[in-house]
């Protein structure tokens, strides 16, 4: 299942200053969820420490996540089912001004 | 409400003041003589934040704070014809007939103000008055008349527009034929109209930071004719301040960003009433401040006075226009518009502090926040004018440097928002600095100890062999010191690059850290020491920004 992870915000930065990957995930014979997928994030392209993007199951205060160009609450947070050529997005909430 | 020349107060000592009306032990604190102190001030913020105030306002704080006033040096006692209050519930009526000639000054107390009267042809029209509280109230309206004549003095254009009336159009307006012609731009626009115009015109809108954001989006309100504008911030013009927050200009470095931005705006405007503000935001002031306008723009630059502002604008019901910026990017989104989210429902938790940057640590471009400010104003114009947002519950995302700008749909108001959900806990002002771990300036916790740091001094002193600066590498191209590597921060803490290289053989041999203020690089010191236990780590105390303060006044700050 091929997908995109896009980072703004600031996010891009655990992710190698990357803002865009395209990814392939691993055939499984259950179902992608954002509740395996964040983990497996973390493990395969996340270049700084865990804590930095996670918080338990879910991701740390600070980032939204978009589902499809959506808050991801309107998908159904960790439950939701990924599918194919989703567009998921981190975005690190911005404080500056 | 003075009647007479009120010098002679300057002859009492603090805390001096009259009597209270409704319970004469206590003293009224519509007129005090104290004397300004920062010990007072510090005393009373304590006092308010341990016991709070036993009538919720001023008086009760005041006169537990100066306690021995009723029973101590009755040279203190101001006489009550220094704080006449003609409204109280109860009046000694044949008293105020009696010394009605005495009155030195007439407090209006209570929540009805003289101007909630109507007041036509030198009378005060109002229900259950007693005759002197009529006679006091015309006295006021009449010397307000006298102030508006002298000092808001109608220019000739707005004479002319009143001619108007006189004409042959038929459609009645709150407009000028003079405003008709300058807001005739954005007038003939669909969605705004004579009505829009009109509502933004008797509008009164906020805005909260007067730096990046604040500066294009006031610009553009002010110049829309927007009627009201409040203007908050505490801080002056600095000169790194210049390539973004483009009301400033370089004569005014130094200068209180409200009394720069008074100016410019005055200067695009002058028919715009601008209301200064020279406070920090806190929750202490927030509420009083907020509460006279109808929709606020948090152009800030942190998360904690984001959700002051955030929280004060659902306790208050009014309209929360948000933009924030940092590096190449943007966000702005409305909150808390007909029942749509508030910043809370979106962000519940405060970010890590350690996690969050801001635009001095990561930087800005000038542009992007004027992409972000101008944003803003077009929302509340669009929401002013025509009583519709663009971004209530959307998330606008801008990136000028990428060519990239969408909208992305935000989930729906919480039911268990802490403070616009159906339950809501938070129903005054928190303590914010808590509650995000970090103020409006960034705290940091010392990680180096003494022994693991030198000053730059005796940096300079010293033959150092091995100096490794771990800013950005854009930021060592801007000025570097002689001899120094580049390993950045981000590359030296995940072990991304190879550090051998700059690790001596003899662990004798110091090696020195350096960053730009002296923060990232004792966080350095403690992630090599831990690598590397058997050499010796030391962190240079305020970075670049001592070197040029104390060493070299030539070397660049940025
Ligand atoms: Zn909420």
Redesign the interface.
Same mark, same amino acid.
């Given at each position: 299942m091929n997908i995109t992870i896009e980072l703004a915000g600031g996010a891009e930065l655990l992710f190698g200053n990357q803002r865009k990957h395209e990814v392939t995930l691993p055939e499984s014979d259950k179902q992608w969820t954002m509740a395996t997928l964040l983990p497996w994030i973390r493990d395969n392209l996340l270049q700084e420490r865990g804590e930095l993007f996670m918080q338990g199951k879910s991701v740390r205060p600070g980032i939204l996540v978009l589902v499809n160009d959506a808050d991801w609450e309107l998908a159904g947070e960790l439950d939701y089912v990924i599918e194919n050529k989703d567009n998921i997005m981190f975005i690190s909430t911005l404080h500056g001004g | 409400m003075p009647l007479s020349n009120i010098d002679d107060l300057f002859q009492y000592e603090e805390l001096s003041a009259c009597r209270d009306a409704g319970w004469p032990d206590c003293f009224n604190t519509g007129l005090f003589v104290l004397t300004p102190s920062l010990e007072t001030y510090k005393a009373l913020i304590r006092r308010a934040c341990d016991d709070g105030s036993f009538d919720g306002g001023d008086q009760g704080l005041l006169n537990a704070h100066f306690s021995t006033w009723s029973h101590g040096d009755i040279r203190k006692h101001i006489p009550f014809s220094y704080n006449v209050n003609p409204n109280a519930s109860y009046t000694y009526l044949p008293a105020y007939k009696h010394f009605a000639d005495q009155v030195k000054m007439v407090h209006f107390l209570g929540a009805v103000k003289p101007w909630h009267y109507q007041y036509a042809n030198g009378r005060v029209q109002g229900q259950n008055l007693t005759e002197h509280t009529l006679k006091f109230l015309e006295q006021w309206h009449k010397v307000a008349d006298i102030v508006k004549q002298t000092y808001y003095q109608p220019t000739a254009e707005m004479k002319a527009g009143s001619a108007k009336k006189e004409g042959t159009n038929v459609v009645p307006t709150t407009l000028t034929n003079p405003e008709i012609l300058r807001y005739g731009r954005q007038m003939i626009v669909d969605g705004v109209g004579l009505p829009g115009q009109e509502g933004l015109k008797k509008s009164k809108v906020l805005i909260v +930071?007067l +730096?990046? &954001? +604040?500066c294009p989006s006031s610009h553009y309100l002010a110049a829309a004719g927007v009627g009201t504008l409040g203007l908050v911030d505490d801080d002056v013009v600095d000169a790194s301040n210049l390539h973004r927050q483009i009301l400033h200009s370089e004569k005014e470095i130094g200068v209180h960003k409200v009394d720069s931005a008074i100016s410019r705006l005055h200067a695009v405007n002058q028919h715009v009433s601008l209301i200064p503000h020279k406070v920090d935001l806190n929750a202490s002031n927030a509420l009083s401040i907020i509460q006279q306008y109808d929709l606020v723009l948090d152009?800030?630059?942190?998360?904690t006075t984001?959700y002051l502002i955030n929280d004060c604008c659902v306790l208050l019901n009014k309209v929360l226009v948000s933009?924030?910026?940092?590096?190449f990017? +943007?966000?702005v989104s409305t909150y808390n518009y007909k029942g749509g989210p508030c910043y809370r429902c $979106?962000?519940? %938790?405060?970010?890590?502090p350690e996690?969050? &940057?801001?635009?001095f640590e990561?930087g800005?471009l000038g542009p992007v926040?004027g992409v972000?400010g101008s944003l803003q104003a077009a929302e509340a114009i669009k929401i002013l004018a025509s009583d519709e947002s663009a971004y209530a519950g959307k998330?606008m995302?801008v990136?000028p440097w990428?060519g990239i700008m !969408?909208a $992305? !749909? &935000?989930?729906p108001r919480r039911k268990d928002c802490v403070v616009c959900g159906d339950n809501p806990t938070v129903t005054s002002p928190i303590d914010y600095v808590k509650f995000c771990g970090s103020g409006k300036n960034k705290q940091y916790s010392n990680a180096s100890t003494e022994s693991e740091r030198i000053t730059c001094r005796q940096l300079r002193d010293s033959s150092y062999k091995h100096l490794i600066d771990v800013r950005p590498s854009v930021e060592f191209g801007i000025c570097a010191l002689e001899n120094s590597v580049c390993v950045p921060f981000?590359d030296l803490v %995940?072990d991304?690059v190879d550090l051998s290289p700059h690790i001596p053989e003899d662990p004798a041999e110091p090696v020195y850290l350096l960053c730009r203020a002296g923060i990232n690089s004792q966080v350095a010191v403690q992630h090599l020491k831990a690598k590397y236990p058997e050499h010796c780590f030391k962190d240079i105390v305020g970075g670049l920004m001592g070197w040029t303060s104390d060493i070299d006044p030539n070397f660049p700050m940025y």
């Amino acid at each position: 299942m091929n997908i995109t992870i896009e980072l703004a915000g600031g996010a891009e930065l655990l992710f190698g200053n990357q803002r865009k990957h395209e990814v392939t995930l691993p055939e499984s014979d259950k179902q992608w969820t954002m509740a395996t997928l964040l983990p497996w994030i973390r493990d395969n392209l996340l270049q700084e420490r865990g804590e930095l993007f996670m918080q338990g199951k879910s991701v740390r205060p600070g980032i939204l996540v978009l589902v499809n160009d959506a808050d991801w609450e309107l998908a159904g947070e960790l439950d939701y089912v990924i599918e194919n050529k989703d567009n998921i997005m981190f975005i690190s909430t911005l404080h500056g001004g | 409400m003075p009647l007479s020349n009120i010098d002679d107060l300057f002859q009492y000592e603090e805390l001096s003041a009259c009597r209270d009306a409704g319970w004469p032990d206590c003293f009224n604190t519509g007129l005090f003589v104290l004397t300004p102190s920062l010990e007072t001030y510090k005393a009373l913020i304590r006092r308010a934040c341990d016991d709070g105030s036993f009538d919720g306002g001023d008086q009760g704080l005041l006169n537990a704070h100066f306690s021995t006033w009723s029973h101590g040096d009755i040279r203190k006692h101001i006489p009550f014809s220094y704080n006449v209050n003609p409204n109280a519930s109860y009046t000694y009526l044949p008293a105020y007939k009696h010394f009605a000639d005495q009155v030195k000054m007439v407090h209006f107390l209570g929540a009805v103000k003289p101007w909630h009267y109507q007041y036509a042809n030198g009378r005060v029209q109002g229900q259950n008055l007693t005759e002197h509280t009529l006679k006091f109230l015309e006295q006021w309206h009449k010397v307000a008349d006298i102030v508006k004549q002298t000092y808001y003095q109608p220019t000739a254009e707005m004479k002319a527009g009143s001619a108007k009336k006189e004409g042959t159009n038929v459609v009645p307006t709150t407009l000028t034929n003079p405003e008709i012609l300058r807001y005739g731009r954005q007038m003939i626009v669909d969605g705004v109209g004579l009505p829009g115009q009109e509502g933004l015109k008797k509008s009164k809108v906020l805005i909260v +930071g007067l +730096g990046a &954001l +604040g500066c294009p989006s006031s610009h553009y309100l002010a110049a829309a004719g927007v009627g009201t504008l409040g203007l908050v911030d505490d801080d002056v013009v600095d000169a790194s301040n210049l390539h973004r927050q483009i009301l400033h200009s370089e004569k005014e470095i130094g200068v209180h960003k409200v009394d720069s931005a008074i100016s410019r705006l005055h200067a695009v405007n002058q028919h715009v009433s601008l209301i200064p503000h020279k406070v920090d935001l806190n929750a202490s002031n927030a509420l009083s401040i907020i509460q006279q306008y109808d929709l606020v723009l948090d152009c800030t630059d942190n998360a904690t006075t984001r959700y002051l502002i955030n929280d004060c604008c659902v306790l208050l019901n009014k309209v929360l226009v948000s933009g924030a910026a940092l590096r190449f990017e +943007g966000q702005v989104s409305t909150y808390n518009y007909k029942g749509g989210p508030c910043y809370r429902c $979106i962000n519940p %938790s405060p970010p890590d502090p350690e996690t969050t &940057l801001n635009c001095f640590e990561a930087g800005v471009l000038g542009p992007v926040t004027g992409v972000v400010g101008s944003l803003q104003a077009a929302e509340a114009i669009k929401i002013l004018a025509s009583d519709e947002s663009a971004y209530a519950g959307k998330l606008m995302l801008v990136c000028p440097w990428d060519g990239i700008m !969408k909208a $992305i !749909k &935000l989930r729906p108001r919480r039911k268990d928002c802490v403070v616009c959900g159906d339950n809501p806990t938070v129903t005054s002002p928190i303590d914010y600095v808590k509650f995000c771990g970090s103020g409006k300036n960034k705290q940091y916790s010392n990680a180096s100890t003494e022994s693991e740091r030198i000053t730059c001094r005796q940096l300079r002193d010293s033959s150092y062999k091995h100096l490794i600066d771990v800013r950005p590498s854009v930021e060592f191209g801007i000025c570097a010191l002689e001899n120094s590597v580049c390993v950045p921060f981000m590359d030296l803490v %995940s072990d991304k690059v190879d550090l051998s290289p700059h690790i001596p053989e003899d662990p004798a041999e110091p090696v020195y850290l350096l960053c730009r203020a002296g923060i990232n690089s004792q966080v350095a010191v403690q992630h090599l020491k831990a690598k590397y236990p058997e050499h010796c780590f030391k962190d240079i105390v305020g970075g670049l920004m001592g070197w040029t303060s104390d060493i070299d006044p030539n070397f660049p700050m940025y």
